[in-house]
C-alpha cells in the first residue's frame, strides 16, 4: 500500500503536524495582532464615542464562514492521509507479537523468543500485535510517532520502521494504575544482520511439537504466546506452579509431565482455577508417539525459554545494548551487563526472569522507591513488615522471599500498599535464580 | 430598555429580606440570586481545592522520581483535581452560578420556571460534592482512575469508585435540573417585549447549553450507573471474559462528556459575548451568527465524541467520520472569535478588568482550539494523545477559556449583585501576573507533550526534566497572581466602594434593577423596549 | 395563559387506542413466531414503535400541544437516533 | 406576563417533558448498549431471548398498557369532575404497578433460582454472548422496575392531592405531570418487551 520508497510513520504524521501547525500559527498570529491592534487603535481615550454602531455585514460574514471552513477541510485531510499510512501495513512487515500488563512488556518473535525490549532490524518495517492481559495499556513510541491502546479481549497493531540504529523510549501512554509511569521499556533498533543473529541464537520453538498441537486441535482452546483462550496458554507451562481445583478442593501444584499427561487424558480431574471444565478428555484419541511428542515439546517449551539469553546472543548484542544504556541512562532499566554475566547462568537467568514478569515494572534495582521497595541491599537485610496489622521485623532470606512472591499480601513491607500481585507460575527453582540474582544487588 | 426603577444602591436587596433566619435564610431559600450565591460560593471553594491540588501534581512533578508524594497518591491526586474541576466547578460554574444569578433578572423574569426544583438542585450538588469528599476517607481510599473511569482498571481497582461513581450520578442529575429549568425559563417568563432576537447573548448562551445539558447528562448518569453495577453486583457489560466490550465504555463516557465540553465553554463564550460590547460601547457584531453558532456548537458538538478514542481501536471508517465532524465543530467556534473582533473595531474600547479577562479568553481560547484541532486530525492525535499536549490542550480551553470567563464574569457582575466595587487596579495587576504564569505553565506543557511525555505520569523520563521544572515555576507565579485576584475581588465585594448605578454603561436589563437586586427584581413587570446591546436607545451614548 | 384549558379528551378515544395497543402487542406476539430473518427485529422495533406514538400523542396529549413539545420530543428522539447509529461507524466497521 | 399569579401550566408540562426526555436517554444508554450486543451476537441472544417466558413478559405488558389506560381516563375524570371515579383509577394504577412488581419477582426468581444472575457460576459457563445478554436484560428491566416502583409512588401521592382537593377540576397539572411520567414507564416497556421476550422465537 505504501508507495517505494517506504515513508517512514514519523515522516507521515510530521506532514500532518507541519501543515495543522502552519495554518494555526498563521490564525493565531493574525487573531492575536487584529485584538491588539483594536484595542489600542480605538481605545477609548481616543475615541470616547464609538465611530459605529455597525452590527451586521454579511460578506465579512460568509467570507470568514467560508476560509475556515476550507482550512479545517484541508487540515482533515492531511489528518487522514497520515492516519492512513500508520494503519496500512507494508508487505515485508516483521511480526512481533506485544502483551501488556500490569506494569511491563513482553515482547513474542514469530520464532517464540521473548523478550523485555522491543529489538527491531533497522530499515525494516515491524508490525507489532497488541495484546492486554489485565486492563487497558497503550503502546507509545514518540520517535516514531506511533501509538495504539491495547485492549483486553481485542486485537490492535502499529507498525512503524526504524531508519536509524539506536535505543528509543517505550512508554505505556493509557492510564493503568500505580505502575503506569513506571511501564516503560525501550525499542532497540539494531542493524539487520545482528537482529537476526540476536534471534536466531536462540534454538527457535520446534516446529514438530507445535504442528502436532495445531493437528489435534490443542490451539483452538490454548495460546502459545503467554493469553488465556478458553483454556490456560501454553507459554511457559512446564515446571511452572498452578492452582487447580480437585474435587472441589483448591491446591497447588507442579505442572511436571506427570501433570501435563494427565492434564490431556483426564481433563475433569484437576481443573486450573479461573477456567471452565470445558476441555475434553483425549484418552485413546492421540497416539502414543504424539503425547510424547506433546510432552517433549510442553516440557521444553519452558526448558528453552530458560536458556533464553545465554551466553552467545548476549555477545551478539552486547556492544548495541551498552550504547543504549549509556544513551537513555534510565535508573533501574537493565541491570549492569557485567554483573549479570557474572557469577554465570543461574543469575542471568534469574534477571532475566525478573525482566520477564515485570517484576522491575515495580521494583528498581538501584535503591530509588517504584511501586515496590527497591532490590537493591535486599537478600540479607531486616525487613520491616506490616502481617496482620502488627509491625513486625524479618530477615530477608530465602524462604522470605519465597513468601514474598507466593503471597504477597500476608507481610506488607511497612510503607508501601499492598499491590503485589501473587506469582503462582513461578516454580521454587525460578526463585532459586531469582534469589542468586537478587544476592548480586548489594 | 424601560425605565422602571431608577437604579439605586442603598438598600440591601434581596439580602435584606429572607424567609428564615441566618444560614436557613439561604439554604432554605428559592429565590434565584441566593441559589446563585450558594452556587457560587461552593464552586469558588471547590475552585480553590482543585487548584491547590493542581498546585501538588505540579511540585511532585518537580523532578523525576518521588519529590513530596508517592505514586498511588498522586493517582488519587490528579483524579481528584480532575473529578473536582470537572463536575464540581467548571460544568456548574458559569451556568448555576451566573446563570442563576443573571439570567431571569436579564430577561425580565422574578425568577426561574423552578424555584423549589432549583433549591433542589443545589441540594444535589452538594450531596454529590460531600459524597465525592467522602469517597476519599471510606473504603479503599481515594479512586485512581483519573476522571474518565476507564474499565476495566475502573472496575478492578480496590479504592473507592463506586461511591464516586454515585457522587457523579448525583452530581448530574444536579446538573440536568439546572437546564431544564433554564429552558423552560427561557420559553415561559420572557418579560413583554423580550423577543427572541433581543435576548442577551449569554442567555442564548445558557440556553443552548441547557439543551446539551438534558440530552447528553443521562448517559453518564447510565455509564456510571453500568460502573457501578460492574463493581457491584458483576454485570460485566463491560468486561471482555463476559462478552462485554470495554470500548463500549469510552464511547458511553464520551457521548456525555464531550458535549460537556461545550457545556463547559459555550456559557463562557456568553459571558465574553455580553461583555465586550460593553465595553467596546457597540452592539454584538453579528449577533444573529453568534446566536447560531451556539446552537450549532450545542448540536455538532454531540456528534464528535469518538475523537477522544482514535487510538483505542475502533473503526478506521469511525476515526475518519468523528475527524471530519471534530472539524466541523470548530467552525462555529471561529465565527465567534471573529464576530468578537468586529465588535471592537471602530468602537470605543475601554480595558477594564472584565474585559481584560474577556480579551484572555479570547487569545487562551484561541491557542487550545488551534491545538484540538491538532488533536482532531487523526495522525497527529495518535502522536499526541494521552500526553501533556492534550492537558495543555484542556487546560487551555478549560482554564483560559472558560476558568477566565468565570472571573471575567466575577469581575463584570458580582459588584451588582453585591453592591460594591472592588479596586480595580490591583485587579489588573494580579491578571498581568495570572496570564504570565499561565502561558509559562501550559505551554511548557505543550511541549513536553510533543517531545513524548505522556500524561498522568507520576515519575517521567530525564529528558523531560527541564521543562516539568518550568511548568511548576509557572505555576507558582500563577498562583501568586490567582491569590491576589481572589483576595482583591473579596475585600471589593464585602468591604469596598457602593457601587455607582450602571457602572459600565450596559444597556441590558440587569442593570436597570437597582444594586443588590430587590427580592422579586422587580417592582412592576418590566417591559422591554429595545435590543440587549442598543447603546442608543438606553440613553448610554 | 391562554391555553390553559386545553382539550378534553373523551373516554371512548381513550379506550379505542387502549384497544389498539392491545391488538399490536398481539400482532408482534404473532409476527415473532415466525422466522423473518434479520426481519424480525425490525418489525418488532416498527410495530413498538407505532405502540410508542399512539400512547405519546394520545394517552400523553401530545396531539393537542404547541410546536415547541412536539419538536422538542423530535430532537430528543433524533439525537437518541444519532447516539445509536453514530456509535456503529464504529462497532460495524472494526 | 403575571407569573406569579396563575400557575403555568404549559410551562410545568413543558418542564416534565424535559425531564422526560433524560429519561429517554438514561433507558436510551442500554439500548445503545444493546444495539451493539445485539449486532455482536444475534445467534447468543436469540438463544438466550428464548429462555425469557413471553407470558411473564406479555402479561405485564398488557398489565402496563391497562394501567396507562387507567391513568389517562383519570384526568379526564377528574376534569369533569367525577372525583370518585379519578380516584378509583388512580387507585387501580397502583394495583397494576403491584401486579406488574409481583409478576416481576416471580419472573426474576425463576431466572435465578436456574442459577442465572450477574455473575453467577451457571451464567459464566455460558457463551459470551448469552452472559451479556443476560446481564443486560436484568440491568434493563431492573432499572424499569425501579422506575415503576417510583411512578406509583409518585401516582400515591398525587392521589392523596386529589383526595383533599389540592388537585382538582380546575388544578390538575400535577396529575398531568405524574400520569406523563407513568405513561413514560409504560413507553419503555413496550421497547423493553419485543426486544428482550420476543426477539426472533
Ligand atoms: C472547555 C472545554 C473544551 C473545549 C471548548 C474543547 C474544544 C475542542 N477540543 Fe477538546 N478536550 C477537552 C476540553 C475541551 N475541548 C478536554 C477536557 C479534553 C481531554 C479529556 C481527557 O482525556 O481527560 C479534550 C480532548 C480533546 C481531544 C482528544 C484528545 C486525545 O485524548 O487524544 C480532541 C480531539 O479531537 C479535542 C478536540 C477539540 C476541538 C477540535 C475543539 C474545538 O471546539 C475548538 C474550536 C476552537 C478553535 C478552532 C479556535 C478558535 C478559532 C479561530 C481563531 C479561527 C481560526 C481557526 C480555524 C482555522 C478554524 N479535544
Ligand atoms: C477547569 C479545570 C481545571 C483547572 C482550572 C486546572 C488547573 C490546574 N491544573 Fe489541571 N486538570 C484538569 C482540570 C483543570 N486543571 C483535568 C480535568 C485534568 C485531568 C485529570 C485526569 O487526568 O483525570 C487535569 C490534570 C492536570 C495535570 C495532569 C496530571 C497528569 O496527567 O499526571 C496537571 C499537571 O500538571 C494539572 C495541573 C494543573 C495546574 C498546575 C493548575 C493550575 O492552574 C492551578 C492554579 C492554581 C494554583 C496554583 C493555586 C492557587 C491558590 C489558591 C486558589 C488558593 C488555595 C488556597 C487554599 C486551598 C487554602 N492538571
Ligand atoms: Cu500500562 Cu499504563
Ligand atoms: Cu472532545
Known amino acids: 500500500m505504501n508507495p517505494q520508497p517506504l515513508i517512514t510513520t514519523t515522516e507521515a504524521v510530521d506532514k500532518a503536524f507541519y501543515i495543522i501547525f502552519g495554518i494555526s500559527g498563521v490564525m493565531l498570529l493574525g487573531v492575536t495582532v487584529v485584538m491588539i491592534y483594536f484595542v489600542w487603535r480605538y481605545n477609548r481615550k481616543r475615541y470616547p464615542v464609538p465611530l459605529s454602531q455597525k452590527n451586521t455585514n454579511l460578506w465579512l460574514e460568509t467570507t470568514w464562514t467560508i476560509i475556515p471552513t476550507i482550512l479545517v477541510m484541508v487540515m482533515f485531510w492531511y489528518g487522514w492521509e497520515g492516519y492512513l499510512s500508520l494503519r496500512n501495513i507494508p508487505d515485508n512487515a516483521v511480526p512481533i507479537h506485544a502483551s501488556a500488563r500490569m506494569w511491563s512488556w513482553l515482547f513474542t518473535y514469530e520464532n517464540g523468543k521473548t523478550s523485555d525490549k522491543l529489538y527491531v532490524p533497522v530499515g525494516q518495517p515491524v508490525k507489532v500485535q497488541l495484546t492486554a492481559e489485565d486492563v487497558l495499556h497503550s503502546f507509545y513510541v514518540p520517535a516514531f510517532r506511533v501509538k495504539r491502546d491495547t485492549v483486553p479481549g481485542m486485537d490492535n497493531y502499529v507498525w512503524f520502521v526504524a531508519d536509524q540504529p539506536g535505543s528509543y523510549d517505550l512508554f505505556c501512554a493509557e492510564y493503568c494504575g500505580v505502575g503506569h509511569s513506571a511501564m516503560i521499556t525501550t525499542v532497540e533498533a539494531v542493524p539487520a544482520a545482528e537482529f537476526s543473529a540476536w534471534l536466531a541464537a536462540k534454538p527457535a520453538v520446534s516446529d514438530a511439537g507445535k504442528n502436532l498441537l495445531q493437528k489435534h486441535g490443542c490451539l483452538g482452546c490454548h495460546s502459545l504466546d503467554g493469553s488465556p483462550m478458553v483454556g490456560p496458554s501454553f507459554q511457559d507451562i512446564g515446571g511452572r506452579q498452578v492452582v487447580v481445583i480437585s474435587d472441589g478442593e483448591s491446591r497447588t501444584l507442579t505442572r511436571d509431565r506427570d501433570y501435563l499427561e494427565k492434564s490431556i487424558l483426564e481433563p475433569g480431574a484437576d481443573i486450573v482455577e479461573g477456567f471452565p471444565p470445558s476441555m475434553p478428555s483425549y484418552a485413546g484419541r492421540i497416539p502414543e508417539e504424539d503425547l510424547t511428542g506433546i510432552l517433549d515439546y510442553l516440557t521444553g517449551l519452558k526448558g528453552e525459554q530458560q536458556g533464553d539469553k545465554a551466553t552467545p546472543e548476549r555477545d551478539a548484542l552486547e556492544p548495541v545494548e551498552a550504547e543504549a544504556e549509556a544513551e537513555a541512562q534510565e535508573p533501574g532499566q537493565a541491570a549492569e551487563p557485567a554483573e549479570a554475566a557474572g557469577p554465570g547462568d543461574f543469575v542471568s537467568q534469574g534477571e532475566n526472569l525478573a525482566g520477564k514478569n515485570g517484576c522491575l515494572g515495580c521494583h528498581s534495582t538501584d535503591g530509588s522507591r517504584r511501586v515496590g521497595p527497591s532490590f537493591k541491599g535486599l537478600m540479607g537485610s531486616e525487613r520491616t513488615v506490616v502481617k496482620d496489622g502488627q509491625e513486625i521485623t524479618v530477615s530477608a532470606d530465602a524462604d522470605y522471599l519465597i513468601r514474598a512472591i507466593r503471597e504477597p499480601g500476608v507481610e506488607i513491607v511497612q510503607g508501601y500498599p499492598a499491590a503485589m500481585p501473587p506469582y503462582p507460575q513461578l516454580s521454587d527453582e525460578d526463585i532459586k535464580a531469582l534469589q542468586a540474582w537478587l544476592e548480586t544487588l548489594k | 430598555m424601560s425605565e422602571m426603577t431608577a437604579p439605586t444602591t442603598s438598600d440591601r436587596g434581596f439580602f435584606g429580606e429572607a424567609k428564615y433566619p441566618g444560614i436557613f435564610g439561604w439554604i432554605f431559600s428559592t429565590d434565584h440570586k441566593r441559589i446563585g450565591l450558594l452556587y457560587f460560593w461552593c464552586i469558588f471553594f471547590f475552585f480553590c481545592v482543585g487548584a491547590f491540588l493542581g498546585l501538588l501534581i505540579r511540585l511532585e512533578l518537580f523532578a523525576p522520581g518521588e519529590t513530596i508524594m508517592g505514586a498511588q497518591t498522586y493517582n488519587a491526586v490528579f483524579t481528584l483535581h480532575g473529578v473536582i474541576m470537572i463536575f464540581l466547578f467548571i460544568i456548574p460554574g458559569i451556568p448555576a452560578a451566573f446563570g442563576n444569578l443573571i439570567l431571569p433578572i436579564q430577561i425580565g423574569a422574578r425568577d426561574v420556571a423552578f424555584p423549589k426544583l432549583n433549591l433542589f438542585s443545589w441540594w444535589l450538588y452538594i450531596t454529590g460534592a460531600i459524597l465525592a469528599v467522602t469517597s476519599l476517607f471510606t473504603g479503599g481510599g481515594p479512586p485512581d482512575t483519573g476522571w474518565t473511569f476507564y474499565v476495566p482498571f475502573s472496575a478492578q481497582t480496590s479504592t473507592n469508585v463506586s461511591l464516586a461513581a454515585i457522587a457523579v450520578f448525583i452530581l448530574g442529575f444536579s446538573s440536568i435540573l439546572t437546564g431544564l429549568n433554564f429552558v423552560t425559563t427561557v420559553h415561559r417568563l420572557r418579560a413583554e417585549g423580550m423577543g427572541w432576537f433581543r435576548l442577551p447573548l449569554f442567555t442564548w448562551a445558557l440556553y443552548s447549553t441547557a439543551w446539551v445539558q438534558i440530552l447528553a447528562t443521562p448517559v453518564i448518569g447510565i455509564t456510571v450507573a453500568l460502573l457501578f453495577a460492574e463493581r457491584v453486583i458483576g454485570t460485566g457489560l463491560f468486561d471482555p471474559t463476559q462478552g462485554g466490550d470495554p470500548i463500549m465504555f469510552q464511547h458511553l463516557f464520551w457521548i456525555y462528556s464531550h458535549p460537556a465540553v461545550y457545556i463547559m465553554v459555550l456559557p463562557g463564550m456568553g459571558v465574553v459575548s455580553d461583555i465586550i460590547p460593553v465595553f467596546s460601547r457597540k452592539p454584538a457584531f453579528g449577533y444573529k451568527a453568534i446566536l447560531i453558532s451556539s446552537l450549532a456548537i450545542a448540536f455538532a458538538g454531540s456528534l464528535v465524541w469518538a475523537h477522544h478514542m482514535f487510538t483505542s481501536g475502533i473503526s478506521d471508517l469511525a476515526v475518519m467520520v468523528f475527524s471530519f465532524l471534530t472539524f466541523i465543530v470548530a467552525i462555529p467556534s471561529a465565527i465567534k472569535v471573529f464576530n468578537w473582533l468586529a465588535t471592537m473595531y471602530q468602537g470605543s474600547i475601554l480595558l477594564d478588568p472584565p474585559m481584560l479577562f474577556a480579551l484572555s479568553f479570547i487569545l487562551l481560547f484561541t491557542i487550545g482550539g488551534l491545538t484540538g484541532l491538532v488533536l482532531g486530525s487523526a495522525a497527529t492525535d495518535v502522536h499526541v494523545h494521552d500526553t501533556y499536549f492534550v492537558v495543555g490542550h484542556f487546560h487551555f480551553v478549560m482554564f483560559g477559556g472558560t476558568g477566565m470567563a468565570f472571573f471575567a464574569a466575577m469581575h463584570y457582575w458580582l459588584p451588582m449583585i453585591y453592591g460594591r466595587m472592588y479596586d480595580k487596579t490591583v485587579a489588573t495587576v494580579a491578571w498581568g501576573v495570572m496570564m504570565i504564569g499561565f502561558l509559562i505553565l501550559y505551554i511548557s506543557m505543550k511541549v513536553v507533550g510533543m517531545q513524548g511525555m505522556p500524561r498522568r505520569y507520576y515519575d517521567y523520563v530525564p529528558e523531560f526534566t527541564g521543562l516539568n521544572q518550568l511548568a511548576t515555576v509557572g505555576s507558582w507565579i500563577l498562583a501568586v497572581g490567582l491569590v491576589l485576584l481572589f483576595a482583591n475581588i473579596i475585600r471589593g465585594l464585602f468591604w469596598g466602594d457602593p457601587l455607582e448605578a450602571n457602572p459600565w454603561g450596559s444597556a441590558s436589563l440587569e442593570w436597570q434593577v437597582s444594586s443588590p437586586p430587590p427580592t422579586e427584581n422587580f417592582d412592576e413587570d418590566p417591559v422591554v423596549t429595545h435590543g440587549p446591546y442598543d447603546f442608543k436607545q438606553a440613553g448610554i451614548l | ?94 | 406576563m403575571s407569573g406569579h399569579v396563575h400557575k403555568d401550566y404549559t410551562g410545568a408540562k413543558f418542564g416534565m417533558w424535559l425531564f422526560l426526555f433524560t429519561e429517554i436517554l438514561l433507558f436510551g444508554g442500554l439500548f445503545i448498549l444493546y444495539s451493539v450486543y445485539l449486532s455482536r451476537y444475534p445467534q447468543e441472544f436469540i438463544s438466550a431471548g428464548k429462555e425469557l417466558n413471553v407470558w411473564f413478559g406479555g402479561g405485564n405488558t398488557l398489565v402496563l398498557l391497562t394501567s396507562s389506560l387507567f391513568v389517562a381516563v383519570s384526568i379526564t375524570a377528574l376534569r369533569r369532575g367525577a372525583k370518585r371515579l379519578c380516584l378509583g383509577l388512580l387507585g387501580g394504577t397502583i394495583v397494576c404497578a403491584v401486579i406488574f412488581m409481583v409478576n416481576k419477582y416471580f419472573e426474576w426468581s425463576a431466572k435465578i433460582d436456574h442459577g442465572i444472575y450477574p455473575g453467577s457460576a451457571h451464567l459464566k459457563e455460558m457463551l459470551p454472548g448469552e452472559m451479556v445478554f443476560f446481564n443486560i436484560y436484568y440491568l434493563t428491566t431492573g432499572l424499569h422496575g425501579i422506575h415503576v416502583v417510583i411512578g406509583a409512588l409518585i401516582l400515591a401521592w398525587t392521589m392523596a392531592l386529589v383526595k383533599s382537593d389540592k388537585v382538582n377540576a380546575n388544578d390538575w397539572v400535577i396529575l398531568e405531570n405524574a400520569g406523563l411520567y407513568w405513561h413514560l414507564v409504560d413507553l419503555i416497556w413496550i421497547f423493553i418487551f419485543p426486544l428482550y421476550y420476543l426477539i426472533l422465537h
Open chain 3, 1 to 94: 395563559m391562554t391555553e390553559e384549558h386545553s382539550h378534553i379528551v373523551p373516554y371512548k378515544t381513550f379506550l379505542i387506542i387502549w384497544f389498539a395497543l392491545l391488538i399490536l402487542t398481539g400482532i408482534t406476539i404473532a409476527v415473532a413466531q415466525y422466522n423473518l430473518g434479520a426481519l424480525n427485529i425490525w418489525v418488532a422495533l416498527g410495530i413498538a414503535t407505532l405502540k410508542a406514538g399512539l400512547v405519546v400523542s394520545v394517552f400523553m396529549h401530545m396531539q393537542y400541544e404547541s410546536y415547541l413539545f412536539k419538536l422538542s420530543l423530535l430532537s430528543a428522539l433524533a439525537i437518541l437516533a444519532i447516539f445509536i447509529g453514530f456509535t456503529f461507524f464504529d462497532v460495524l466497521y472494526r
